[in-house]
């Protein structure tokens, strides 16, 4: 870890945060698309083998204690031994019984039972939240460059917290914002400084901007009603105007590849809803 330094100047700033846990969370906090979290994929799995393989091993055990009754019921000489062993296996008022009278074997195997439980309801726990985990997607490019600059110029976090960073591959957003269409997207890359917003933040975060939706979705839409306004008035002038049945066939074939075109660039539609809506 690189040398850590005091930053005097921050602490006597009252616009600025204390250093460290709660600017970063300050930070993390200030824009959804900054939500971003290690995903822990080898220790999470590392985790679920654990338990997986501490059920596997109770699992054998309690085989064992099965095939030890079996063989005593098959080969014993006393009647009433084999007859508790049978009762205490078909019977789980019989087996708890038992237990609670001080029978060894029966305390045993009731003890590894509430064992099973306990560690089962933790195993399939563990397994349900980590599919959870695994369904939540990466960070999108632009927000995960600006926290990773924002991270690296501010090194909030020391000891142990300095690794954030150490494997990019293992960082997952939380609350990721539906994927933007193509034209969204463009106009971020295109139009994207000409929207932005400057929030106030403290001095020592540097600028930050933020990107309003809502204007780049009112942008978006108009153009789409635009597009296809304009197919739709074009088709129709332009069959008007042509008489010939060739170029009328050729001009429908036109606006129809020109309309899914600007339902797959415009939209999120899928492959089916783009061939309905040509259909159409």
């Not at 204007?215 to 332009?238: E, F, K, M, P, W």
């Amino acid at each position: 870890m690189a040398e850590a330094q005091i930053d005097v100047e921050a602490a006597r700033d009252e616009g600025e945060y204390l250093q460290g846990f709660a600017d970063f969370s300050q930070y993390v906090a200030s824009d959804l698309s900054l939500s971003i979290y290690r995903k822990f994929g080898v220790l999470g799995a590392r985790n679920l083998l654990y338990l997986q393989t501490e059920l596997q091993l109770l699992e054998i055990e309690l085989e064992a204690l099965g095939k030890e009754d079996k063989l005593a019921i098959a080969g014993g000489d006393i009647d009433d031994e084999k007859f508790e062993l049978e009762e205490a296996a078909r019977s789980w008022e019989s087996m708890r019984g038992r237990a609670e009278d001080g029978d060894e074997r029966q305390m045993r195997r009731l003890g590894m039972i509430y064992k099973i439980r306990k560690v089962m309801e933790e195993y399939e726990s563990a397994l349900l939240r980590r599919n959870e985990v695994l369904q939540l997607e990466s960070p999108a490019d632009i927000p995960f460059e600006a926290f990773k600059s924002w991270f690296r110029a501010k090194r909030p976090l020391w000891g142990s917290g300095f690794r954030t960073l150490h494997n990019e591959a293992d960082m997952i957003s939380l609350g990721t914002q539906a994927e933007p269409d193509r034209i969204s997207s463009l106009m971020h890359r295109c139009l994207g400084y000409r929207l932005r917003v400057e929030r106030k933040t403290p001095k020592s975060w540097g600028p930050m901007y933020y990107y309003p939706v809502e204007r780049v979705n009112l942008i978006v839409g108009i153009i789409s009603v635009l597009c296809s306004a304009s197919l739709l008035v074009g088709a129709i002038l332009a069959l008007h105007f042509v008489k010939p049945i060739g170029i009328r066939l050729g001009i429908v074939g036109v606006f129809t590849l020109l309309f899914a075109a600007s339902v797959a660039l415009l939209t999120h539609a899928r492959r089916v809803e783009v061939y309905g809506a040509t259909a159409a």
